[in-house]
DNA sequence: TGTACATCAGTGAACGCGCGTTCACTGATGTAC
DNA sequence: TGTACATCAGTGAACGCGCGTTCACTGATGTAC
């Protein structure tokens, strides 16, 4: 309709990516629509293929945003604590009933069917996550850097399958006692991912 | 075509359920057609409707099946190993590269999908885990029942995690660590859901 | 013992619906003369 | 300064395909007489 400025393009791109992370995270990426992405932004569906090659190229995008999304509240979180609370911190902040009942985070909600994406697709994603590991790693309190590296590892896996868990079963007391025993215990294994707690 | 006695009937369901839950691990639960489940089991597609009343009926089932295969595999690697070895058994059988490149498990691969079924799939699927579980607790090694079942969802929970971001990833080596850091750590987290490690 | 009928797992063509994608078109703005 | 044309984000009807589901039919077996 309406000729608008060259930035204008970018920002409806941006906005339809912002709204396909969170259609994703609700619906799963098959049951994320083009023409309901498409309303939500105001536009029709006609419209997509001017902003994209095809749905793939979109969900390319949103899994990265949802990435980007999950990695910017962490790295927050986890700078504004002390260095020696900063883990628990992060399983305070994100082990929670409301992000469980809420969308949850593309980690959790997706992580399953984006393994079973294009290439492009599981690469965009991977370069993204891989981002965030490296933002979380200097936050991390173990002395030398490749510890750090495992400490994120063992924290995000460990949030990651208690969400999914707590997400995916339908009883109120089991889903909130796995948020809450992970809550309590993923330090430890972070813990032992610094070295301290090697046994062998 | 033929008759058969009583009972082939419900074998031949039990094949379909078998053939569909390992379809999914692979496919997904929206990529396991109806029709290449059915040629699997050796019959045609119009036959699904004499044994299930529709594909959300196989789902629930498979899931359940899914579920209990996994069950039955820790089960009997923690009952063969030494009490003070069994979390560690646990997670070197689980954690595998094989398991990764293979279809996987049904917690990891379908979890987030099925947090998105209609409730009696979920149902279903949260019955035969917390069996699971229930199975599984005994096997710990802390002292009270309630700190055994803490472990077991510590363990399960972290493993899930484990094996749902090593599939995600579209990087060898990084899969790789994310299977092998949490071998050697999660074993932290569950020895503080005996109560050992609380701080607190 | 032989014949007619009922049963029922299984067949495969056909249906309907939803979704991604295409395409001819619109209409507001920028640009050339 | 005014007019004709190019551009291009966006429209919405239409297309094609795949998948779950239905349904009239098959044919082997069990059962009644």
Not at 126 to 133: F, G, N, P, R, V
């Amino acid at each position: 309709m309406t000729r608008y400025p060259k930035e204008h393009k970018a920002e409806i791109r941006q906005g339809i990516v912002a709204i396909a992370a969170a259609a994703m995270r609700r619906a799963g990426i098959d049951g994320a629509r083009v023409s309901d992405i498409m309303r939500k932004a105001g536009l029709t569906h006609g419209g997509f293929y001017v902003h994209f090659t095809s749905k793939d190229d979109l969900v390319a995008e949103a899994c990265a945003a949802g990435v980007v999304d999950a990695r910017a509240s962490l790295v927050d979180v986890a700078r504004d604590a002390a260095p020696r609370d900063r883990v628990q911190a992060c399983l305070d902040a994100y082990l929670t009933r409301q992000r469980r009942d809420a969308a949850g985070c593309t980690l959790a909600t997706l992580a399953g069917e984006i393994a079973r994406q294009p290439l492009h697709v599981r690469k965009r994603f991977t370069e993204e996550l891989a981002e965030s590991l490296e933002a979380l790693a200097p936050l991390m309190p173990a002395l030398d850097e490749e510890r750090r590296l495992d400490q994120v590892l063992a924290l995000v896996s460990s949030m990651v399958g208690a969400m999914l868990l707590s997400r995916a079963v339908a009883d109120r007391k089991l889903s909130d006692r796995i948020l809450d025993v992970s809550r309590r215990t993923v330090g430890g294994a972070v813990e032992w991912a610094s070295g301290a707690g090697s046994r062998i």
